[in-house]
């Protein structure tokens, strides 16, 4: 503010419309003391702009990964697990149990544990049932870029109040599918 005369901006729109104008000025001051416009003009500046998403913000937030494996008739289907309210480093410190993303991936998870439907629906549901939106985009989304790469990816994902965001697809990696690491009864993920 003493600098500047006025508040720092907070809508983020704002932010990066003034920090593209610095970069744009900075440019041009640069050009006009080296003189030389048409260098300057003909090469480009890089901003990168990021994000920061929170899978743990709320209730309507998740983190999660898909995992794709090939069935008996070699077709990719696909998997994966999530936590609701969860950021990364909860999937790796295993406190609660990671969910399936799938209707039925969880059902057949459900039954190799001995727990009910009943009880799987309301403790362990999956992705799709929890938040069929960001489910169903996270599947069109992931069969947009296998189409456009030709490959099944896995990848990363977070849903921050009920927006999915994917983090950084893993092309060219064989992704294995993740099975329970241990066969005692899993912990409630409420």
């Known amino acids: 503010k003493e600098q500047a005369g006025e508040d720092f901006p907070q809508d983020p729109y704002v932010q ?3 920090a593209l104008n610095v970069l744009h000025h900075r440019r041009h001051s640069v050009a006009q003391q080296e003189a030389e ?7 480009g500046s890089i901003a990168i702009v990021q994000a920061v998403v ?16 090939s069935t008996e008739g070699g077709l ?3 998997g994966g697990e999530w936590l609701a309210n969860a950021q990364r480093d909860d999937m790796v410190a295993s406190f609660r149990t990671k969910l399936k993303l799938t209707i039925g991936e969880s059902r057949e998870w459900a039954a190799g544990h001995g727990i009910s439907e009943e009880e799987r629906a309301l403790d362990f549901p999956s992705l799709e049932e929890r938040m069929p939106r960001a489910y169903a985009s996270l599947v069109h989304c992931h069969g947009v870029i296998a189409s456009h790469t030709g490959e099944t990816p896995g990848m990363e994902f977070t849903v921050q109040q009920g927006r999915l965001w994917l983090l950084h697809p893993e092309l060219d990696k064989s992704v294995p ?11 409630s993920s409420k």
């Open 16 to 18: 990066l419309a003034e």
């Open 37 to 43: 416009p048409c260098e300057v003009e003909t090469s």
């Open 177 to 187: 599918l993740a099975h329970p690491s241990s066969l005692d009864r899993p912990r």
């Open 76 to 78: 990719a289907q696909l």
């Open 54 to 69: 929170f899978g743990n913000y709320d209730s309507e937030s998740a983190t999660g990964v898909i995992r794709v494996r």
